[in-house]
């Protein structure tokens, strides 16, 4: 994700990369040289990345997934100080699939059951995928806490699909996005980090960046 961020970056006259960070290298370093960082790392990254952001006053964009609790509230904390987009999946479509699941949900009722599948390359490391659980929170958010089964497929070069299934009497709902190209991921990073900056202080969504 890193290097197609670069990539797509690097065609696109109103953005500049001025630092790519890897693995063992100064974080602090390049977040300072920046307008805003976007973190596409590891979870267990987290806590130092955004602890530097805070620091440096540099707005966050973050699309990893997979956080732990202690994880998540280090990303909230550094929210009270810096506008941080954080989302588990930066697709526009994906985005318009999770506020036609939440539409969904609530015209269908009770009457339909949901289930989600999720399926991903063989070297995706979290299972569910972090799409897979927003689906099912905005679902459970309609449904007052209802849990919702996810299946997790993992196989060759899929990039990502993602699929919500409501079972009725008599009737079946399928919505499916399907991703071809990892630069449906980073054209929407690119597109939240130019639209986070300047915002106050606060965690926002994608749908907060798509106006959903």
Not at 59 to 88: C, M, N, W, Y
Not at 106 to 127: Q, R, W, Y
Not at 182 to 197: C, D, H, N, S
């Amino acid at each position: 994700m890193g290097r197609t961020i670069a990539d797509l970056a690097g065609r696109d006259s109103q953005l500049t990369i001025s630092s790519e960070i890897d693995v063992g290298e100064s974080i602090e370093a390049g977040i300072k040289s920046c307008d805003v960082a976007i973190d596409f790392s590891a979870a267990d990254a987290a806590p130092n990345i955004c602890s530097l952001a805070a620091a440096a006053k540099r707005p966050l964009v973050i699309g990893t997934t997979g956080h732990s609790a202690d994880q998540r509230k280090s990303i909230e904390s550094a929210a009270e100080v810096i506008p941080i987009v954080f989302a588990s999946n930066f697709s526009i479509g994906v985005n318009v699939l999770f506020w036609l699941t939440g539409k969904a949900t609530s015209l269908l009722g009770e009457n339909f059951s949901p289930e989600i599948v999720e399926t991903h390359h063989v070297m995706k490391k979290d299972a569910p995928s972090g799409t897979a659980k927003t689906l099912a929170e905005t679902i459970k958010s309609e449904r007052g806490g209802t849990e919702v089964p996810i299946q997790s497929i993992r196989e060759g070069e899929i990039v990502g699909e993602h699929t919500v299934t409501f079972s009725g009497p008599g009737e079946r709902l399928e919505l499916t996005h399907r991703a071809a190209s990892r630069e449906t991921f980073a054209g929407g990073a690119l597109a939240a980090a130019k639209w986070v900056i300047g915002q106050p202080a606060g965690l926002y969504s994608m749908q907060d960046v798509l106006g959903l």
